[in-house]
């Protein structure tokens, strides 16, 4: 294997991400002393990874066949029931999966109108919810998680949380939150991956947590499930959502004498992948940009002016603007570079035996790209922790492409939900940022911490919003 920092008997190198927080320091110090390819002992288990964006396309996007698997982890097939959904799933289960899921989504509008008129009615939901409270200091963040949930939770069983279901909306919302607080704590990530020495750590162990979890996560899909069980119409050609087309596929092939690969148990996890990959990861982009934006006035001002101009009133602001937008573009990348939500990345696995930068690695390998390192790289992002959108901009104001920006990872497990996140977090922020004068709380200030949790998850946001255009 390729040297890298020497492990701990047990721990490996586990340590190092629990002490250097957020998580992605210790990599970035590595791969300054390593170069773009060590290995990483999570534990007992070593992991080949790979940090540099050239030696990253030669890898995961040139040989991406040889990267695609996951590598398995006892926590998650315990959670799932085995290797099932998209994100842990592998081989013919995989990518039967994730095709079924990204044209299930381009059915459902990803890329023509369609899913823009569902985003902007959340939007127009959202401005009604904001403007009730002008004036007064109020809770950013709820407002528009509920928001980024309807549209996956309308994408996949085909209705959204109002007023009359709010309830389920807090539970689900709480579950998300669960996720992000409890199974990102110091006692969880040692007894995940070194098991022998996390068990003795004090706090509610990792299997009492995953089973409260994953019963009242699994109870709303299963009810979901059965509901639409009940009232489909399997002669329809259209399907309304999701979960339909899932059952009409299902029975296309039990028809054929398939039961395994569109059986209930995949159904529930990949519903919980499209929950979760894309609540989670939407809501937490979206809250960093505010922080970011409202750290720095500057930019705030710069985006101000841009929107009174290109828009300059407080009309809906629609993708057909995107482009005359560069400036609020680059705000955008530069957010999703500095949140760079993913400190560590999914724990991908060689299908066979291979050879990185020299160094011949068995089939089976773990292997991880290390996007957020790539993404703090001094020699393409200067002075890296500086939040500046002009990097993303030239000196006519046009925009830069900079290819080492990938927040969506890299290669055959790429985000599929990219598509879906990219247009959500556009017309959310452009809309929320156009009509409202945002001033920060008085008692807390957006904070840009990330040092509580092993995780990037922003702190509360609590602001008093005024209209710009009235
Ligand atoms: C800002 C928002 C998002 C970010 C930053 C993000 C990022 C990522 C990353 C880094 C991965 C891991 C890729 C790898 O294994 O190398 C991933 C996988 C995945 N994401 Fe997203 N994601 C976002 C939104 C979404 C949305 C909205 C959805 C669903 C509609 C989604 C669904 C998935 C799924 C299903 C996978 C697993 C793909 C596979 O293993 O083939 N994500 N995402």
Redesign the pocket.
């Known amino acids: 294997l390729p040297p890298g920092p020497t492990p701990l008997p047990f721990m490996g190198n586990t340590l190092a991400m629990l002490l250097e927080k957020p998580g992605y320091e210790c990599f970035r110090r590595w791969t300054k002393q390593f170069g773009g390819v060590y290995t990483f002992w999570m534990g007992n288990i070593p992991y080949v990874i790979i940090g540099s964006y050239d030696l990253l396309k030669e890898t995961f996007v040139r040989d991406g066949d040889t990267y695609k698997d996951k590598y398995p982890q006892p926590f998650n097939e315990k959670l799932r029931g085995g290797m099932y959904g998209?994100?842990e799933s592998n081989g013919h289960m995989?990518s039967t999966h994730?095709r079924f899921?990204l044209s299930t989504l381009r059915d459902f509008g990803l890329g023509k109108d369609l899913m823009q008129e569902k985003i902007l009615i959340e939007v127009e939901d959202i401005f009604r919810k904001y403007d009730a409270q002008l004036g007064k200091e109020q809770d950013i963040q709820v407002v528009l998680n509920n928001a980024i949930a309807n549209v996956?939770n309308q994408t996949i069983f085909g209705y959204r949380f109002d007023e009359t279901n709010q309830e389920e909306f807090e539970r689900m919302r709480h579950l998300v939150e669960y996720q992000e607080k409890q199974f990102a704590t110091v006692k969880v990530y040692v007894e995940a991956f070194v098991p022998t020495i996390g068990k003795f750590l004090p706090g509610k162990s990792l299997d009492q947590l995953l089973d409260d979890w994953r019963n009242s996560f699994y109870t709303f899909f299963d009810t979901q499930i059965e509901n639409h069980r009940k009232k489909i119409d399997f002669d329809s050609e259209e399907s309304q959502d999701y979960a339909e087309a899932y059952l009409k596929e299902q029975k296309k092939q039990e028809a054929l004498g398939e039961f395994e690969l569109f059986s209930n148990t995949q159904f529930s996890n990949t519903c919980l992948?499209?929950w979760l990959?894309?609540v989670s990861?939407?809501n937490t982009?979206v809250n960093w940009t505010i922080c970011y934006v409202l750290n720095h006035p500057d930019v705030l001002q710069k985006m101000n002016e841009e929107f009174d101009q290109v828009v300059g009133s407080d009309r809906l602001v629609t993708m057909g603007d995107k482009n005359n937008l560069p400036y609020f573009n680059a705000v955008l990348n530069e957010s999703q570079r500095c949140a760079n939500?993913?400190p560590i990345?999914?724990f991908?696995a060689t299908t066979k035996d291979t050879v990185i930068n020299g160094y011949p690695v068995k089939k089976g390998t773990g292997v991880i790209?290390q996007?957020s390192t790539v993404m703090l790289d001094e020699k393409i992002f200067p002075e890296p922790y500086k939040f500046n959108p002009d990097r993303f901009i030239d000196e006519n104001g046009k925009p830069i492409k900079i290819e080492q920006l990938i927040?969506?990872?890299i290669?055959k497990?790429?985000?599929?939900?990219e598509g879906?996140?990219r247009m959500e977090?556009f017309l959310f922020l452009a809309n929320f940022f156009n009509r409202y004068k945002i001033s920060p709380s008085s008692k807390v200030f957006p904070n840009l911490d990330k040092k509580d949790n092993v995780g990037v998850f922003p702190k509360d946001l609590h602001a008093i919003l005024n209209r710009r255009n009235c």
């Open positions: 998209i994100v995989w994730r899921a996956i992948d499209l990959a894309g990861t939407t982009t939500i993913v990345n999914l991908h790209a996007i927040p969506f990872s290669g497990r790429q985000c599929p939900g879906l996140a977090i």
